[in-house]
């Protein structure tokens, strides 16, 4: 792995990714790498398990805002995560893989991101007294 963090900066510039983002996805692909080593499993991750780790990530932090700074990341469908990799890959962030792009790009109608529950409205807070 590149010791710069210059050349991840590199790659997020070219390819229109925050650096963060990318950071946050190498954090993402590592521990979930690692997890499946632990298993057993080896680390080879396939891109549902990346793109859910990444939005389950997002979500799990960010909450609500998750998918908006995703978007800001420009990590915001499984077809951008998918780039990313490559670019991540290319650039020798990460080890390659047989996963193509056509695999990313088929979780687009499979992989949703899913709204959080409406809050409770006030009236069932009765509770919290004055109301």
């Known amino acids: 792995m590149p ?3 210059s050349f991840l900066l ?7 990714y925050q650096p963060d983002g990318l950071r946050v996805l190498l954090a993402v692909i590592h521990g979930l790498s690692m997890r499946r080593s632990m298993s057993g499993e080896g ?4 891109a549902a398990q990346v793109v859910g780790g990444l939005w389950s990530a997002a979500w799990e932090r960010f909450g609500i805002l998750g998918k908006d700074v995703l978007e800001h990341w420009g990590l915001d469908s499984p077809s951008r995560v998918g780039l990313a990799v490559t670019r991540l890959v290319e650039a020798g962030f990460l080890r390659g893989s047989d996963e193509e792009m056509d695999d990313y790009e088929s979780l687009a109608g499979q992989i949703e991101w899913t709204d959080p529950p409406p809050p409770p409205s006030i009236r069932e807070h009765s509770g919290w007294g004055g109301f």
């Open 3 to 5: 010791e710069n963090g």
């Open 10 to 16: 590199t790659v997020a510039r070219e390819n229109g």
């Open 43 to 46: 680390p080879h991750l396939g």
